[in-house]
């Protein structure tokens, strides 16, 4: 089915392992982004892509990774995990106007 | 800088009551867009409206109404005769379109209707 798809929903880690969120969408839209989602905080930019092979830093890009050789992909890692980046991640594409959102996925980090 | 505010929190109403979040940005640019969005308890993030900045007519949907007003900054969001299924975080967002896209969220509105 076309549109845009978070896995895992659900993910508990440990402190200090590497992880890896998955964002696939299907329309081939240019504009890809990353977000996490904290109580007070709003959504906060992690890290966008205009383009395959073209990414840059959001507002909160500070322990993560990403990358895009696929356009429809675009895959969010954190190095190495930590307490602090327990929270709800949304990954989201657009072609310039209004976003679509991907279901988001649930991280805890123990 | 840019910077969207949602001052109030949580609001809570009854249902049938008619009621306003507030949205106030900030931003240098002449163009831009500004968004609503509803997060039920889902946690999903629902598109409600989008607005450019050259067009300041209010709109309505239904129930929802949007009041963009560029003399205050602000792009208010009124649901009138609320129900229990408005319960959500709501939350507005500006972008520019300066070629990256990006969203600048507020914190978003807790708003909840009780039966």
């Known amino acids: 089915d076309a549109g845009i798809t978070q896995s895992p929903r659900y993910k508990i880690t440990e402190t200090g392992r590497q992880v890896t969120l998955m964002c696939h969408q299907t329309?081939?839209?240019?504009?890809m982004f990353w977000y996490r989602q904290d109580l007070g905080h709003g959504l906060r930019l992690i890290y966008y892509?205009?383009?395959?092979?073209?990414?840059d830093k959001g507002e909160v890009p500070d322990g993560y990774v990403v990358s895009r050789s696929k356009t429809e992909n675009f895959p969010l890692t954190l190095e190495s995990a930590t307490r602090s980046q327990t929270s709800v991640y949304f990954c989201?594409?657009?072609?310039?106007?209004?976003?679509?959102f991907g279901s988001g996925t649930r991280l805890t980090v123990v | 800088a840019q910077k969207v505010t949602q001052a109030q929190t949580e609001i809570s109403v009854v249902e049938k009551e008619d009621v306003t979040l507030d949205c106030v940005y900030e931003t240098r640019d002449t163009t831009y867009y500004l968004f609503w969005y509803k997060q039920p308890p889902s946690g999903e993030l629902v598109f409600l409206i989008r607005?450019?900045?050259?067009?300041?007519q209010n709109e309505i949907s239904g129930r929802y109404s949007w009041n963009f007003q560029k003399s205050t900054s602000s792009f208010n969001f009124t649901i009138t005769a609320s129900q229990v299924v408005d319960s959500a975080v709501y939350f507005c967002a500006l972008s520019t379109t300066s070629g990256t896209y990006k969203y600048i969220f507020g914190t978003g509105t807790r708003l909840k209707v009780l039966a």
């Open positions: 892509s205009a383009a395959a092979d073209i990414t």
């Open positions: 329309w081939s839209h240019s504009y």
């Open positions: 989201a594409s657009s072609t310039g106007g209004g976003y679509t």
């Open positions: 607005r450019n900045s050259f067009d300041e």
